[in-house]
């Protein structure tokens, strides 16, 4: 058994692949949210949790929310997935909206880029981006950011922003 677990929720199969990167160039165990209990991941030093993000929530999350006081001790490595540019700014929004106080100065966080499929989304998705996209469309062009730009560019489409290299930080914050 690994020192290292990564566990992961996955809707649309990019959380699943950087989960499975992570594992696999870590040494880690790898586990479905579904597949795992709580008390399986005492026996580890370092959990990685690894969810999509969706209107900001982290995918699943709640079973690190439920029992960190039990997993407070370990080394806890959140990477969150979206299909927007990681920035600082929405880095400090996953952190506030998805961790306790305590957690924020714990646990460390990284969010990396997955894609869309829009032939894959369920109707609620489908139905939440076309809002977005409708908001967005109704913002004059110049007021619209670099994601904004690329959410119209790519909606109805089939996009891939996954990149194995970009698992490197998380890898790091593994091995220290």
């Given amino acids: 058994m690994s020192h290292t677990v990564v566990v992961f929720k996955s809707k ?100 990396l880029r997955g894609g869309l499929n829009y032939p894959k989304m369920n109707w609620l998705d489908r139905f939440l981006m076309y809002l977005l996209v409708k908001s967005i469309q109704s913002k004059k062009p110049e007021e619209r950011d670099d994601d904004s730009k690329g959410i119209l560019a790519t909606y109805g489409k089939v996009v891939d922003f996954t990149d194995r290299s970009s698992i490197a930080p998380v890898l790091e914050a593994i091995r220290k």
């Fill in 12 to 111: 649309y199969g990019s959380t699943a692949k950087y989960a499975g990167w992570i594992a696999e160039e870590s040494g880690a165990d790898l586990f479905e949210v579904g597949k795992v209990k709580a008390e399986q991941l005492h026996s580890y030093q370092t959990i990685v949790y690894c969810g999509g993000l969706y209107v900001g929530g982290i995918l699943g999350f709640s079973l690190i929310q439920k029992n960190y006081p039990k997993l407070r001790d370990k080394k806890l490595i959140v990477v969150a997935v979206g299909a927007s540019t990681p920035s600082e700014k929405a880095l400090a929004q996953v952190k506030a909206k998805n961790f306790t106080e305590t957690m924020q100065e714990k646990v460390e966080l990284f969010l």
